[in-house]
Structure formats: structure tokens, C-alpha cells
């Protein structure tokens, strides 16, 4: 791999690091809580980091993509039921993006939402269509940087940096001023989730299928996945500052995407906001091209059936029919006219659920040194490996109670 | 043996299970009586109403300090009166008892809200009526603070 190859994938996985999840539950969580979920990210990222460099090596060195891993690790009827969780999770994520790219639409060019809607999903289907897998990576991605506007506009606010860097300290909300201990807890499990996203590993493992990694390739995974992930960390973590130096103490509750759009404007003026929103609209498209052709990587993998972006399609029909049927799927859904900010709390939390039994083949394989040889995980990622699996665990079984007890986060 | 494994068995009644709790919980939806809202949803609803209130406040500032684009005003204001909708379906209720003026105000504050966005569309271009909107709107998110905002 060409240092201008390491290079634009790195800038790509910062574009494309952010999601619709990821601007939700940070713009809220910054609303809600100030600078003191900013620990989440942190914590987040270096998960992500860990397990999506994981993904990639196992793929090079076996040759197996993630949900191949599941089959055999879980077996035919656990993986079984994990696909169609993670099926329906995906399903719900990408009914949010299409949904969400029709808003950020409708918001640059006016015009009804639905046909937004409509006009963005037609879009990113001729967009899957017509691009080569590493093109579609990087359009969406490094369009998406528009995002970076985000952090002039964190570091515009001048926000108290002294606060800033006690929010990088685990602690829990003084109770007399917060929404409450639950409420914080279930916005430190969805952006925990937003940021480790299911799809996100099956993707990037997919990915490096796709682009024909080798052993040789694997420094430059590394620095993808470190550089990269870290790089997006750090625009996560300007996103909170936005949503607490905008909405934090003021009583607005920032639940609609344009809301989380608005501080750039008023912070840098309209052409910024402009930026961001092309930004955010490259982000969510991206992200809703990674849930389709996860969703057809998964299902193809797991049944042993032909798969691949860059397959003509005569030669893998099911995989090519399955990632146009998720974006036609979520578009009809997004047309009913569900918001797609509250299917996007849906997908999250649900998603933290499946989380574990998705990441465990991963970790299991990459520790096994009969398959991995001289790549087996080093004690240090081992070890950070179990630490992590052991928190996504205890988020999965936290989630959806805190989703009931908040009322979705609204306390 | 006749019908199945240990294993099928358990499937089956497991299966069987989800089904009753899924006729369950239907029916008792289907035979819902007409019942007060819980004072919790009235916070709730409340404090939306509020959040709608100072959002729009806070964008028709931005639209009067010239900080924001036609098409992102325009959509952002559907937004928010779309919003609003859904928060005053959910008022349509009836109120907690022993706090029906509490509900009462709420609900005429979210009508004073959704009257004034309607009015938004033709005058964004005017800085000066953006800045009257704009203190219109903090009113009303004034005014559910003295009731049942929070």
C-alpha cells in the first residue's frame, strides 16, 4: 500500500467515523451533561481502534471476514439468530440515515422531505452502483470532512478548556443539576454504542477483503485503524463540545438534526453551516452505504454465498439484490413518516445488544495463536481485547432497561 | 417420540409464550379505558414544549443576526411546528387530575407557539420581525417555566 493510499484512507475513516447515531447522542449528550461524557469517547475510540484493527488483521491473516467468524465460533443457530438481530438492527440503522440524509437535504436545497428522501436514497443507490468498493470508501468519507468544521466551531466557542479536560475524567452528573443518574447512564451506553456500531467492524473486515490485503498490508491497517479512528475521536469529541457550549444549561433539548447543525451557523455564520451540513450529509450517506452492504456482507458471508462490491453482479446477485433492498427498505420505512431521529435511538440501543456476540468471534480468533501465528494478539491487546467485551457486556444488558426507565433519555 | 426432542419441545413452548404475551398485551391495548395522563407525561410534554419554544427563539435570533441559510430556516421551522404537533396530539389527553389548569396552560402555550411559526414563513427576511418573533417565542418558553414546565 502507497503512503497516498494510507494517507486518504486515513482521511476517509476520520470523515467517515461519524454517523447519524454519533450526532445525536453527542449533540444531546453535550446538552444534557456538558463536557462530562467526554470520557465515553475516549473510552469509545480506543475500542473501535482496537477491534476494528483486530477485524481487519484476522481477515488478512485467515481470510475470513467477520461474520464468517460468527458461524463458526457461535455455531449455525447462535449465528443464525445474531444475523437476523443484526439484520434488523442494520435495517433500523439505515431507515435512519436515508431518513436523516432527506433532512440535511431538504435543509441545503428546501423542497418537500420525502422526496429528499427519495432523491438522497436514488442518489446513494447510482453511487454503490457505479463505484468501485475503495471509490465509495473514500468519496464519502473525505466529503464527509466537512465535518471538521465542528472543531473551529468547538474551539471558536471558547469553551472553558479546564472543563473540558475534567469531562476526559470518569464522574458521575452532580444530581441536584442534572436530568438524573439514569439519564446520564443511558447517554454514556448510546454513544458508547453510536461509536462502536456493529456494522462498523463488518464493514471494515469486509473491506479488507475487498481491497486485497495481504500480510504486507497489515502495518498500514494498523495505521488506518489507529490514526484514522483516533483522528475521528477527536471530531466526536468537538461534537460534544458544540452541544454543551450551544445547548447546555439553556433547556433546549437538541432532538431534531437540524438543531445539531445550527451552532455552527451561529458560531461561524451561514457559509459554515453550508460546509457542515455537506459534511454531515456525506457522513450519514456513508454510513448509510456501510449498514446496506453490511447487511449483504453478513447474510452472504454467514450462508456461504458469492459476495463482494466489486463483483459483476451476475456473479453475486444475492449480495448485489440484498444492499439495494436494505437502502429501498429503509427508504419506504423513513416514507411512513417515522422521525428519523427517534429510530436512530432504536437502532443504537438495540445495537449495543448485539455488540457482544458480534465482537467475541473477533477477539476469540485474533487470541488464537494456531490461526493467527506470528499475528496472534499481543498480551497487551488481549488483554484491553477482554476488558472491552467486558464493558460492551455489561452496556448490553443495561441498555434497553435504561432505554424503558428514561423514556428514551428524556427523563 | 411424538413430537419432538427435549430441545423442539422447549422451541415450541417458548414459541407459544411470545405468542400469548403478544395476544396479552394486545388485547389489553384494544380495552384501554379513557384514563388521565401521568403527571411525569405532562413534565415531559412540558418541558418539549419549552425545548420548541427556546429552539425557535434561538433561530429566529440567528435569522435576525443574518447567521443562517433560507432553506435551512425554512426546514428547520417545519420541523420544529411538526414537532410541536406531535407534543399537542399528546396533550390532547386528559390532564392529570388535580392538575388540569397546570395542563391547560401547557397546552395554550404550545397553541401561542404553533401560531406564531405558522407566521414565521413570509417574514425571515426581516431582520427587525425576527428579533420580535424571536422575543415572542422566549415568552412562551417564559411562560411554561411560572407553570408546569419543569
Given amino acids: 500500500m502507497k503512503p497516498w493510499d494510507v494517507f486518504l484512507g486515513i482521511m476517509s475513516a476520520i470523515g467517515g467515523n461519524v454517523d447519524i447515531g454519533q450526532l445525536v447522542f453527542t449533540i444531546q449528550g453535550g446538552a444534557k451533561f456538558g463536557f462530562l461524557l467526554l470520557w465515553v469517547v475516549i473510552v469509545s475510540t480506543v475500542g473501535i481502534t482496537i477491534y476494528a484493527e483486530m477485524s481487519g488483521r484476522v481477515a488478512v491473516v485467515c481470510g475470513k471476514p467477520a461474520f464468517d467468524l460468527v458461524r463458526e465460533c457461535l455455531g449455525p443457530r447462535m449465528g443464525m439468530a445474531l444475523l437476523v438481530a443484526s439484520t434488523l438492527v442494520n435495517i433500523l440503522t439505515c431507515t435512519a440515515e436515508v431518513g436523516g440524509m432527506g433532512v440535511v437535504l431538504q435543509l441545503l436545497f428546501g423542497g418537500e422531505q420525502q422526496l429528499m428522501m427519495a432523491a438522497g436514497a436514488l442518489a446513494l443507490l447510482a453511487a454503490i452502483a457505479l463505484l468501485k468498493f475503495d471509490s465509495l470508501d473514500r468519496l464519502f468519507g473525505i466529503l464527509g470532512l466537512g465535518l471538521v468544521i465542528y472543531v473551529l466551531a468547538a474551539v471558536k466557542g471558547e469553551p472553558d478548556w479546564s472543563q473540558v479536560a475534567l469531562g476526559l475524567v470518569p464522574r458521575l452528573p452532580d444530581p441536584s443539576m442534572m436530568p438524573g443518574l439514569a439519564v446520564y447512564a443511558y447517554f454514556a451506553v448510546g454513544l458508547f454504542s453510536a461509536i462502536l456500531m456493529p456494522y462498523e467492524v463488518d464493514f471494515y473486515s469486509s473491506g479488507a477483503i475487498e481491497e486485497k490485503w495481504t500480510i504486507k498490508d497489515l502495518p498500514a491497517n494498523f495505521t488506518n485503524g489507529v490514526v484514522g479512528f483516533a483522528l475521528g475521536g477527536i471530531l466526536t469529541v468537538a461534537l460534544i463540545i458544540v452541544g454543551a457550549e450551544a445547548y447546555f444549561g439553556t433547556g433546549v433539548d437538541p432532538h431534531l438534526l437540524g438543531t445539531t447543525a445550527m451552532p455552527v451557523g451561529t458560531l461561524l455564520g451561514h457559509q459554515a453551516l453550508v460546509v457542515a451540513l455537506i459534511g454531515m450529509f456525506f457522513a450519514i450517506a456513508g454510513a448509510a452505504a456501510e449498514t446496506a452492504l453490511s447487511n449483504a456482507y453478513t447474510i452472504t458471508q454467514f450462508f456461504r454465498r458469492p459476495w463482494g462490491k466489486d463483483r459483476k453482479w451476475r456473479e453475486a446477485p444475492l449480495f448485489h439484490g440484498l444492499w439495494g433492498a436494505s437502502i429501498a427498505l429503509g427508504l419506504v420505512i423513513a416514507l411512513t413518516g417515522v422521525k428519523p431521529l427517534d429510530v436512530v435511538q432504536y437502532s443504537v440501543i438495540f445495537a449495543v445488544v448485539v455488540l457482544p456476540f458480534s465482537y467475541y468471534p473477533i477477539l476469540r480468533v485474533a487470541n488464537d495463536p494456531r490461526l493467527m501465528g506470528a499475528h496472534v494478539n499481543k498480551p497487551l491487546i488481549k488483554w484491553a481485547g477482554w476488558v472491552f467485551l467486558a464493558l460492551i457486556a455489561a452496556a448490553a444488558i443495561a441498555a434497553v432497561p435504561l432505554m424503558i426507565v428514561t423514556h428514551n433519555g428524556e427523563g | ?150
Avoid at chain 2, 419441545?9 to 404475551?21: E, I, N, Q, T
Avoid at chain 2, 425545548?51 to 443576526?65: F, G, M, Q, V, Y
Avoid at chain 2, 428547520?76 to 399537542?88: A, I, K, N, P, Y
Avoid at chain 2, 420580535?132 to 408546569?148: K, L, R, T, Y
Wanted: contains cysteine; hydrophobic residues 45%; charged residues 25%.
Fill in chain 2, 1 to 150: 417420540m411424538k413430537g419432538g426432542t427435549p430441545r423442539a419441545v422447549a422451541w415450541k413452548v417458548a414459541g407459544w409464550l411470545v405468542v400469548a404475551a403478544c395476544a396479552a398485551t394486545l388485547y389489553e391495548h384494544a380495552s384501554r379505558v379513557p384514563e388521565p395522563m401521568e403527571p411525569d407525561e405532562l413534565a415531559r410534554a412540558a418541558r418539549k414544549v419549552k425545548s420548541d419554544a427556546l429552539e425557535a427563539s434561538a433561530l429566529a435570533r440567528a435569522l435576525a443576526a443574518g447567521q443562517l441559510t433560507a432553506h435551512f430556516a425554512r426546514g428547520q421551522h417545519e420541523e420544529l411546528t411538526s414537532d410541536l404537533g406531535d407534543v399537542r396530539k399528546q396533550l390532547e389527553q386528559p390532564a392529570p387530575v388535580g392538575r388540569e389548569a397546570e395542563a391547560q396552560r401547557v397546552r395554550d402555550s404550545a397553541e401561542r407557539l404553533d401560531d406564531i411559526l405558522q407566521g414565521v414563513g413570509p417574514r425571515i427576511a426581516d431582520a427587525q420581525a425576527m428579533s420580535h418573533i424571536a422575543a415572542e417565542e422566549a415568552a412562551v418558553a417564559a411562560s411554561i417555566d411560572d407553570g408546569a414546565g419543569s
